[in-house]
């Protein structure tokens, strides 16, 4: 027989395989999150808020936050639009092409990055193929991939295959019925999608829509590859006051560090209250 | 009226693709191109870009540290990955809540903010952290952990974990063994697939390799960046070299998981 106290350690033993788990998702996750939020509020050694009026006494620190803010809403909501018009499409279509379809954006989700950034150099470069096209059909005067449009159109280009893959499966909510439903009752299909469809799909589509934010404001490989971090956006500030050569501020950094998750963190808050206010809640 | 539809559907959905296209079509023939100034379509064709870049020694040896990293990072990662959700599940599936909330972290906290705290904790330590690929391999354990989790997790909701378990005692094994010989032959599949993928978006990892490591340890994205300079047809070349990997890798695991499904 076991005795009381042997059956208790009986059946904390398997949280022991937590163990080598917490450590290292301590080391590599929590004590870096943890130095930041701290040292965010230290000042030549005593705790303070300077950093951070340091932060919004910046107009070039501003500079990064606004950019980076117009860079990922705008690319998160074009992404998001042309993401929901290809699978709302790609359910309509048959099994090959669709699958075919899921598998080429399963595999360009992983085309991120400086590659593809130097795809873009490659067609909408200053000598890039689409430049030269669009140049001789009189369709633009000239583009520059280097400043905030080229950016805009290379981030939209990662955005997509993410969003089609988080919307994809949010679509089979949708019942096929409804629509024939609202035929029958005399809706047009421009009526059926908003009264009918994207309610249903709201929480959903808001849940990608911060997913592709979120994506979009932590991004730095593609900015930092096309224009060697002279385009200013947070992370580009954030990663050339650890890693730059000259006047190293981790403590600002951190700061801005902070000012960024608390950025995620109250649009996730608005989204959470959104999906909750939202067609699924009520019922 | 239904033909109609089905051909503009079509239509919407290879514009799309067909844009979305345009950068990997055209880095590809870039790559084959004997040169291609400023004129619209390439002068002539060529392999000798692919030659080059498959002879080069720097870029074999980047690519192999690339593909050292990532499979000893997944591998790190099955080994702590594995246990926790299996004890989560079998012992306390109250934890499994907590565990969702996490293993959010690393999605919540982007690479360059987690550089910034791990450059100052392990730059100075007495164990030479920084700089060595072992510290790309734990960041890396970090940014694989939400994926891999939520993939193996739920293999585990769709097996009959404790059915299983009840019966391999029954026959006389040990909770090891029941892991090792029962449980881990039925999660194969969805493992394999989740271990796929978190391949390819490994091997295309920048930020923590940039930051923490640099040129002192050149990986493949390393290498890529610090190619800029070069010829574009010789990038084009390594783009696409990267590209076949990444397609062989997503095919695989779509193999995989399809066949996890059925």
């Given at each position: 027989m076991l005795s009381p106290v042997s059956k208790r350690q009986k059946r904390w033993?398997?949280?022991?395989?937590l163990i080598p788990f917490l450590v290292f998702f301590s080391v590599f996750q929590l004590a870096p999150m943890g130095w930041v939020l701290i040292n965010s509020f230290i000042y030549d050694g005593d705790i303070s808020f300077e950093n951070y009026s340091e932060v919004f006494d910046s107009s070039f620190m501003l500079q990064g936050f606004s950019n980076s803010l117009w860079l990922s809403l705008w690319s998160a909501v074009i992404g998001l639009v042309i993401a929901t018009v290809l699978v709302s499409s790609l359910r309509r279509v048959d099994s090959k092409i669709r699958e075919a379809v899921i598998a080429f954006t399963n595999m360009t989700s992983n085309f991120t990055g400086v590659p593809i950034a130097f795809a873009f150099i490659i067609i909408l470069?200053?000598?890039?193929a689409v430049t030269l096209l669009l140049k001789k059909y009189g369709?633009?005067?000239?583009?520059?991939?280097?400043g905030q449009w080229g950016l805009l159109v290379i981030y939209i280009y990662f955005q997509i295959p993410l969003a089609v893959l988080l919307l994809y499966p949010a679509?089979?909510?949708?019942?096929?019925d409804w629509q024939s439903a609202a035929a029958l009752l005399g809706a047009k299909t421009w009526q059926y999608w908003l009264n009918v469809a994207l309610p249903v799909l709201s929480p959903a589509l808001l849940g990608t829509f911060i997913i592709l934010v979120a994506n979009a404001i932590g991004a730095y490989a593609t900015a930092y590859a096309l224009t060697s971090g002279n385009y200013n956006i947070i992370t580009i500030r954030i990663a050339s006051l650890v890693s730059g050569d000259l006047f190293l501020e981790p403590n600002l950094a951190a700061a801005i560090s902070v000012l960024v998750m608390a950025i995620l963190a109250f649009i996730t808050c608005i989204n959470q209250w959104l999906v909750a206010r939202s067609y699924h809640a009520k019922r | 009226m239904q033909n109609a539809n089905q051909s503009f559907h079509k239509t919407v959905v290879y514009s799309i693709v067909g844009l979305m296209m345009i950068p990997i079509i055209a880095t590809f023939v870039y790559s084959i191109a004997s040169s291609w100034g400023a004129t619209i379509l390439p002068d002539g064709f060529t392999l000798k870009w692919y030659v080059t870049l498959l002879s080069d020694e720097r870029f074999l040896q980047a690519f192999g540290r690339s593909l050292f990293i990532c499979f000893s990072t997944l591998a790190l990662s099955v080994l702590l990955i594995m246990p926790v959700i299996f004890v989560v599940y079998y012992?306390?599936?109250?934890l499994d809540k907590f565990m969702n909330v996490l293993i959010l972290l690393p999605f919540a906290v982007p690479p360059v903010v987690s550089s910034v705290g791990l450059l100052q904790l392990y730059a100075d330590s007495d164990i030479q952290l920084v700089g060595t690929p072992w510290i790309l391999m734990g960041t890396y354990f970090t940014i694989a952990l939400p994926f891999m989790y939520r993939a193996i997790s739920n293999s585990f909701a769709s097996i009959n974990l404790h059915d299983l378990m009840d019966a391999a005692h029954l026959l006389g094994a040990s909770t090891p063994q029941a892991f090792l010989l029962v449980i881990l032959p039925n999660l194969k599949k969805g493992l394999l697939a989740s271990l796929f993928l978190s391949f390819s978006f490994l091997l295309g990892e920048f930020v923590f390799a940039n930051m923490l490591v640099g040129t002192r340890y050149e990986t493949l994205q390393i290498y890529l960046y610090n190619m800029r300079q070069t010829s574009g047809h010789f990038t084009s070349a390594l783009v696409m070299t990267y590209f076949f990997f990444i397609f062989l890798l997503t095919w695989l695991a779509t193999r995989f998981s399809r066949g996890a499904q059925s």
């Open positions: 033993k398997p949280l022991l395989w470069g200053i000598n890039g369709l633009i005067d000239d583009f520059n991939l280097y679509f089979d909510g949708l019942n096929d | 012992y306390f599936p109250k």
